[in-house]
């Protein structure tokens, strides 16, 4: 099985990835720095400084991952600004705002990993189309999946348990890694 080693410390997203990882024959060592990150809305500069970061840190392959959630409502806003927008509205108040509007539609929910091996940064991206539900629904410990509503479906990602792991963005995002992975020997294809 291979190692990788995975900057972040939220440990949601450490326990989605080894779930969606181990199958395909990639362990994950987590690397719990804590990195200043870039705030721009631009995500591939903020996955790109993110990941160089760590490198200059860790000083071995490793990646990191950025998800946001892009409203059409708002031209594509929060994007790679989500975490410091969730922080401030929380998920009471994003569904008050954006679960009532008539045009609930046009949410994006985006995934960027990027993959470092000392001298490239390599993006990988995984995308899901929703809407923002009325109210939050489920466990609230993972941020906005307690208001994200994939298409097709009627549950949140919270509500979903394991079935998110199927059809996320991160899933995406990550099968993709794989991939790329795979054409270097390093993942089961």
Not at 23 to 46: N, Y
Not at 121 to 138: C, W
């Amino acid at each position: 099985m291979a190692e990788l080693r995975f900057l972040s410390q939220n440990k949601f997203k450490i326990r989605e990835t080894e779930r969606i990882l181990a199958p395909l024959g990639i362990s994950i060592k987590p690397v719990e720095h804590r990195i200043e990150e870039l705030q721009t809305e631009d995500t591939h500069a903020l996955v790109r400084d993110k990941a160089i970061k760590a490198f200059s840190i860790v000083r071995r392959p490793l990646f990191v991952e950025h998800t946001g959630l892009y409203l059409e409502y708002l031209n594509g806003f929060p994007g790679g600004l989500t975490q410091i927008f969730w922080d401030r509205v929380q998920a009471d108040k994003f569904a008050q705002l954006f679960g009532q509007i008539p045009q609930r539609n046009g949410v994006l929910a985006k995934t960027v990993v990027g993959f470092v091996d000392g001298k490239t940064v390599r993006f990988f991206e995984g995308e899901i189309h929703g809407i923002i539900a009325s109210e939050p629904r489920g466990n609230r410990s993972f941020q906005w999946d307690c208001i994200f509503v994939p298409d097709g479906y009627a549950q949140t990602f919270a509500e979903m348990e394991k079935e998110k792991d199927d059809i996320s963005m991160r899933r995406k995002a990550l099968d993709s890694f794989c991939q790329f992975l795979a054409a270097e020997g390093l993942c089961k294809s």
